[in-house]
C-alpha cells in the first residue's frame, strides 16, 4: 500500500496477519476489509481532479470533466462509531473528482471498515480511527456525516498462485468499482509506478519504462453528505515486457529546409531538406506537404502554381538499426511569387474626375490576387506627389479616382499590398495566405486643360493704307487670357480676351493683296492652345475726307512720266506723320504703291505708271490712310512715234539694248534751275529737242524688234 504521509509504497502483508492485526483492534462482531487481489486502505484527505473511465467492454473513454454536484444525502441510519483521536495522514498528489461507471458489478454483501496496517518494522505513532458497523455496539460518531463502503478491482493483471499480480506491457489496467456507494459519487485517482505520478483516470496503459517496476493506485471518493473515502491499494507487484524487442527512441535532430527565405518559398524555386544531428547511419524518408497534402518524396521539391498561397513543409523519417523509427518536421514556409501590376495609360481634362485602372493578375492558374493597391502621382515636370486613396483589389482590379487634379502630365505609380498571413491555430491546412508578394507598376496620367473654341470671321476685307478690324470670340468651361494674330512668323497684332470671351482685332496696315492670318489663344494652367484661320484682302482706296482735295496737302513731282511704264517720283505733303499713304492713278483706278509719312508728314514714292494706262490726261491722288487727307496731280501721256534708224550691227545675234521714249510734254514745265515740274506748256528750242529724242527712240525701237524677229 501507498503510505499518503511519506509518499511512498508500502508492501502487502500475508492475509493471516491482517486478521491477526484486525483481531487486536476491532471490536467483537466487526468485519475485516476484504483483501482478494487488491488490500484497500482508507485515509482522510482531498486529491486531484482526473478523467471519466474508459469502459471496460468497449475501450471508450469519455473525457467530460464535471463539478460535483449538490444532492441530500440517503437517509439511513447513522453507523454507531467510536470516536478515535487520530492523527491524519497526509497523502501525494491525487487524481480528479469523476462519476463511477454505470452497470458494474458490486458486491452488496461485503461490508468493509476502514484500517491502516503498519509496515513490520513500524509502529502506528496514533491510534487507528475505528468504524464499526451496524450492531457493533459502538457508540454514536460525533461526525453526523454519513459513510459508505467502495473498493476497486484492477483487471488486465496476471496472478500467480501465490497471488502476486504482474501488469503486462501495452496491457491496459481498469478499474471496477464495488460496494454501496450513494448516487452522484465523485472519484478521483493517481497512478504510481516507483515513486513517479504517471497518469489519473480509471485505467492506465503499462509502458517499455515501467517494466521491473511496481504499480500503485491512490484514489479519493466523495459524495455529498457523506465522510470522504481516501485510500491507496498496490495494483501490480511488477510490470513484465509483451515478449517483443523494445527498442529505444530515436534520439532525432534538426531539419532544414534550403531554399525558404524569411517563411516563404518562391515558386519555381526548388527546396531541399537537410537533416542534422541525427545517430550515424540512420536513413530518412521525405514527405513534402502543402497544407497538410502530399506533394512529394524525394529530399528536393520544386512548387508549382497548384501550391501558390499553400504552406509547404516536409516531414523526414529517420530509421535506425538500434532505435525507433524517428519523425520531424521542416517548415518551409508560404509558397509565393511576385504578381503583374499593370496601369492603364489616362487622359481626361482638367475638371473631370480621374479612374486610373490598375491590374494584379497571377501565372496562368493561379489564384486570383487579393489586397489593396495604392496609387502615387508624380508630376514629370517636377513638383510634389499625391498619394491617392487605398483600393482594395475587386477580382484583381482597383479603380483609384482623383479629384482636382491640376493640368499636366504624372507618373503614375501603383503599389501592391498583400495580404498579410494568417495562420489557423487548428491546422496549418486551414491557414490562409495571399499568394503573391507585394509589387508595384507605373503608368501615365494626363490631364489637359479645357480647348476654348475660337471663333473669327473666315474672310476680312480691308483698305489700302488702312488698319483693318474684325471681331472675335472664345467660348468654353475656361477662358484664356490673351490672344495672338500672327502672319506666318510675324506677330500682328494682340491683345486681352474679354470677360464673356469677346474681343477686337485690329489689324495694322497690310500691304495690298490677300493675307492668311491666324488668330490663336495660347494654352494656360487650365486651358489648351486653340486657333483659327482669318484671309484678310486688302484692296480699293483708303477713305477721302471730304469732296475736295485737303486744305494744306500738295502732291508734286520733280520728274514726271510722259508715257505709260515709266517712273515718276511722287512727293505728298501735308499728311499726318506715321501714317501711310496711298497713291492712285484715275480715272480708272489704278493702284501706283504707299508710302508712310515721314515726322514732317512728306510721303515719297518712286511710281512707275502702269503699261496699261492710257494715254492723255491722268490725275494722280494720293490719300492717307488714317485721316483721309488727300491731294491730286494732274499727269498727261502721249504714245511715242516709231522712227526707223539704221543701226550698224557688230554681233547679229544679240539684240541692240531698248533705248527709253522721249518723255511726253508737260504743261508749264519749270524753268532752268527749278526742282519740280509745273503745269502748262513751252515753245521754242525745249520742243524741239523734245521731238528729236521722240524720233530717235522710235527708230530705235523698230530696230530691236527686227532683230528679235530674225532669230
Not at 487634379?405 to 486551414?430: F, L, N
Amino acid at each position: 500500500m501507498r503510505d499518503m504521509k511519506r509518499g511512498r509504497t508500502r508492501r502487502p502483508i500475508a492475509l493471516t496477519a491482517a486478521a491477526v492485526i484486525a483481531a487486536m483492534l476491532v471490536p467483537a462482531g466487526a468485519a475485516m476489509a476484504d483483501t482478494d487481489v487488491a488490500t484497500s486502505t482508507d485515509t482522510t484527505s482531498s486529491t486531484q481532479v482526473v478523467d471519466q473511465p474508459a469502459d471496460p467492454n468497449t475501450g471508450d473513454q469519455s473525457p467530460a470533466e464535471q463539478q460535483p454536484e449538490q444532492q441530500q444525502p440517503v437517509e439511513q441510519t447513522p453507523v454507531e462509531q467510536q470516536p478515535v483521536e487520530q492523527t491524519p495522514v497526509e497523502q501525494g498528489d491525487a487524481g480528479g473528482t469523476t462519476t463511477p461507471p454505470q452497470d458494474t458489478d458490486t458486491n452488496d454483501s461485503t461490508d468493509s471498515d476502514t484500517v491502516i496496517i503498519p509496515d513490520d518494522d513500524e509502529q502506528p505513532s496514533q491510534p487507528v480511527e475505528i468504524v464499526p458497523d451496524e450492531g457493533s455496539g459502538g457508540s454514536e460518531s460525533e461526525d453526523p456525516e454519513q459513510t459508505f463502503d467502495i473498493s476497486f478491482e484492477p483487471t488486465g493483471l496476471i496472478v500467480d498462485e501465490d497471488g502476486m499480480t504482474t501488469a503486462t506491457v501495452g496491457t491496459t489496467i481498469y478499474l471496477l468499482p464495488s460496494g454501496n456507494p450513494p448516487t452522484n459519487v465523485q472519484y478521483s485517482f493517481d497512478w504510481w509506478v516507483g515513486d513517479v505520478l504517471v497518469a489519473h483516470g480509471w485505467e492506465y496503459l503499462p509502458k517499455t519504462a515501467d517494466i521491473g517496476k511496481s504499480i500503485e493506485l491512490a484514489w479519493t471518493v466523495t459524495a455529498d453528505g457523506y465522510t470522504p473515502h481516501n485510500g491507496g491499494q498496490s495494483i501490480a507487484n511488477t510490470t513484465q515486457g509483451n515478449g517483443e524487442v523494445i527498442l529505444p527512441e530515436m534520439p532525432t535532430g534538426q531539419v532544414a529546409i534550403d531554399g525558404q527565405v524569411e517563411d516563404q518559398v518562391t515558386l519555381g524555386t526548388t527546396v531541399t531538406a537537410r537533416p542534422s544531428g541525427w545517430p550515424t547511419g540512420t536513413q530518412f524518408s521525405y514527405r513534402w506537404l502543402v497544407n497538410g497534402e502530399q506533394k512529394g518524396t524525394k529530399q528536393s521539391y520544386t512548387p508549382t502554381v497548384a501550391d501558390l498561397g499553400g504552406y509547404i513543409q516536409v516531414e523526414v523519417t529517420g530509421t535506425h538499426a538500434d532505435y525507433q523509427p524517428g519523425i520531424r518536421y521542416g517548415w518551409g514556409g508560404t509558397v509565393v511569387t511576385t504578381p503583374t501590376v499593370s496601369v492603364t495609360n489616362t487622359t481626361i481634362v482638367i475638371g473631370d474626375t480621374a479612374v486610373v485602372p490598375v491590374t494584379v493578375s497571377g501565372p496562368q492558374g493561379g489564384p486570383v490576387p487579393t489586397g489593396d493597391v495604392k496609387v502615387t502621382l508624380t508630376p514629370k515636370a517636377g513638383g510634389p506627389s499625391l498619394d491617392l486613396s487605398t483600393v482594395a483589389l475587386d477580382g484583381g482590379v482597383a479603380k483609384v479616382s482623383a479629384t482636382n487634379v491640376p493640368v499636366g502630365v504624372y507618373r503614375v505609380k501603383a503599389s501592391y499590398i498583400a495580404d498579410p498571413i494568417q495562420y489557423s491555430r487548428v491546422s496549418i491546412a486551414a491557414h490562409k495566405n495571399s499568394a503573391y508578394v507585394s509589387a508595384s507598376g507605373t503608368g501615365t496620367l494626363t490631364v489637359l486643360g479645357v480647348k476654348p473654341m475660337v471663333t473669327a470671321p473666315n474672310a476680312v476685307n480691308g483698305l489700302v493704307a488702312s488698319t483693318t478690324s474684325f471681331s472675335a470670340t472664345v467660348a468654353g468651361r475656361f477662358l484664356p487670357h490673351s490672344w495672338t494674330v500672327r502672319e506666318g512668323g510675324s506677330v500682328l497684332a494682340q491683345g486681352q480676351v474679354g470677360h464673356d470671351g469677346g474681343f477686337v482685332v485690329t489689324l495694322p496696315v497690310l500691304s495690298v493683296g490677300t493675307h492668311t492670318l491666324v488668330l490663336e489663344v495660347p494654352a494656360t494652367e487650365i486651358t489648351q492652345a486653340a486657333s483659327t484661320t482669318v484671309t484678310v484682302t486688302i484692296a480699293g482706296e483708303p477713305v477721302r475726307e471730304g469732296s475736295t482735295p485737303t486744305v494744306g496737302t500738295v502732291l508734286d513731282t520733280p520728274k514726271a512720266a510722259t508715257a505709260p511704264a515709266q517712273q515718276m517720283e511722287l512727293v505728298a505733303k501735308g499728311f499726318q506723320p506715321g501714317e501711310t499713304v496711298a497713291f492712285y492713278l484715275h480715272s480708272e483706278p489704278m493702284f501706283l504703291g504707299t508710302a508712310v509719312a515721314d515726322a514732317n508728314g512728306v510721303a515719297r514714292l518712286m511710281a512707275t505708271i502702269p503699261a496699261g494706262a492710257p494715254v492723255g490726261t491722268h490725275t494722280v491722288i494720293a490719300t492717307g490712310g488714317t485721316t483721309g487727307r488727300w491731294a491730286t496731280l494732274s499727269v498727261t501721256l502721249a504714245v511715242p512715234v516709231e522712227t526707223p534708224v539704221a543701226v550698224p550691227v557688230v554681233n547679229p545675234v544679240a539684240p541692240a539694248a531698248p533705248v527709253a521714249a522721249a518723255p511726253v510734254v508737260v504743261a508749264d514745265a519749270p524753268a532752268v534751275g527749278d526742282t519740280l515740274a509745273v503745269t502748262g506748256s513751252q515753245t521754242g528750242p525745249l520742243m524741239a529737242g523734245a521731238w528729236l529724242l521722240l524720233l530717235a527712240g522710235g527708230a530705235l525701237l523698230i530696230v530691236a524688234r527686227r532683230v528679235r524677229a530674225t532669230r
